[in-house]
């Protein structure tokens, strides 16, 4: 059925989009990453887009019909074929990525892992993660990071994956990729993998294990040509400084979204591996061969001034909820009891309070990572490093 037929037509939203109601109302395309604003007028005639009226009888607004069946945000059906149409409880601010950490059991031993020695057979009750991933959607959440650990590891993975089928929440794999083998392990309804590839051969074996490399290359091009959205995080470390053209030339050739790059913290196994930190003068110009979104920003124009995490939490195997992994010793409570009353107790740092508030590009760097400051409120090194801020 063409745009043109709008009129006679049963309007229902389309299966890949979802009301969303953060700061403002949204429509979310988990499929696509895409986020659109929409106003409270906009927001009420798509929830009555529930597949049981045509359109001459809900809106006379021809042109917004028309770029919302283009959009993919509305079907345009023949005969009545109702769905429930929801839109949650509005919270600010609004939780809409959730580091979901299913296990902390892996294959790798990696250098610089930030869990470190801690409880390594910890791993998520099955029940309890369907439960907390489902209380995420309805809260509006957007991208849901499945974590570890390894998560290609935890023995309920398939089970899990098939129970979240459905919810409008993309979900990201996070992998080191040296598992992945489509013949062997099936992700149900998994939109994007996004490996871990740390340098090129010899930079990416000295941080996670000889061998390693060419395993997670071979699960990588599996997924490229199983057709998945791919996506790569990468630490800069003294052992691929010289690696990052190489990489940046693999990353074309398989279509990443996103090429998330950032500098070493020290914390979990890497202090027992101080050999692989950079000086930041030299890892800083490397971060600009990132690209994509990325989550950990502050604000998107809704709540401005407000410094990293405005909108991202993290939950453990146990449950335990932080502002990010590493924080995970400094819970807001446990999500298992309610990820909204953990949600509500993370703390928000303005811009204002922080020390370099009166630095010319405050408003740009946002203050950087809260962990990697020496101090609670001191600027991020790194950040003014990256904007040629002396201190």
């Not at 061998?211 to 699960?219: E, I, V």
Request: proline share 5%; hydrophobic share 40%.
């Amino acid at each position: 059925m063409t745009a043109v037929d709008w009129k006679d037509a049963y309007l229902r939203l389309a299966p890949d989009a979802a009301l969303k109601n953060l700061e403002t109302p949204f429509v979310y395309l988990a499929s696509k990453d895409e986020l659109y604003e929409i106003d409270e007028k906009a927001a009420a005639f798509l929830l009555a887009c529930d597949g049981t009226q045509i359109g001459r009888k809900l809106t006379s607004e021809g042109e917004f019909v028309e770029y919302c069946i283009a959009e993919e945000i509305l079907e345009a059906r023949e005969y009545p074929d109702p769905i429930d149409v929801f839109m949650g409880e509005r919270a600010i601010p609004s939780l809409r990525y959730l580091e979901l950490h299913l296990t902390h059991q892996c294959n790798l031993s990696c250098a610089h892992c930030y869990i470190g020695e801690g409880d390594r057979s910890a791993s998520m009750p099955l029940e309890d993660a369907v439960a907390i991933t489902r209380e995420f959607s309805d809260m509006g959440g957007l991208r849901l990071l499945i974590s570890g650990g390894e998560p290609l590891v935890y023995k309920d993975l398939g089970a899990y994956l098939r129970q979240i089928y459905g919810l409008p929440v993309r979900r990201v794999l996070l992998t080191n990729g040296t598992l992945f083998d489509p013949a062997k392990i099936t992700l149900p309804g998994v939109h994007e993998i996004q490996f871990s590839l740390d340098g090129w051969e010899e930079g990416h074996d000295l941080l996670r294990g000889k061998g390693t490399f060419s395993r997670t290359l071979k699960g990588i091009h599996a997924a490229h040509d199983a057709g998945m959205d791919i996506s790569f995080s990468t630490m800069i470390h003294r052992y691929n400084l010289d690696q990052f053209d190489r990489m940046a030339a693999f990353m074309e050739t398989m279509g990443a979204l996103e090429w998330g790059i950032d500098v070493l913290c020290m914390a979990g196994s890497l202090e027992g591996h101080k050999e692989f930190i950079v000086d930041y003068d030299k890892a800083v110009p490397l971060m600009e061969y990132g690209f994509g979104g990325g989550y950990h920003g502050s604000s998107d124009g809704h709540g401005e001034g407000y410094a990293c995490g405005r909108h991202l939490m993290t939950v453990m195997p146990d449950g335990r909820a932080a502002k990010c992994g590493f924080y995970m010793d400094d819970p807001v409570g446990d999500a298992r009891k309610g990820l909204a009353a953990c949600w509500a107790k993370v703390a928000h740092l303005r811009l204002s309070d922080l020390e370099c508030k009166g630095c010319p590009v405050i408003a740009e760097c946002r203050g950087g990572c809260r962990f990697r400051a020496p101090g609670p409120l001191s600027p991020d090194p790194v950040m003014c490093r990256s904007y040629g801020i002396t201190r």
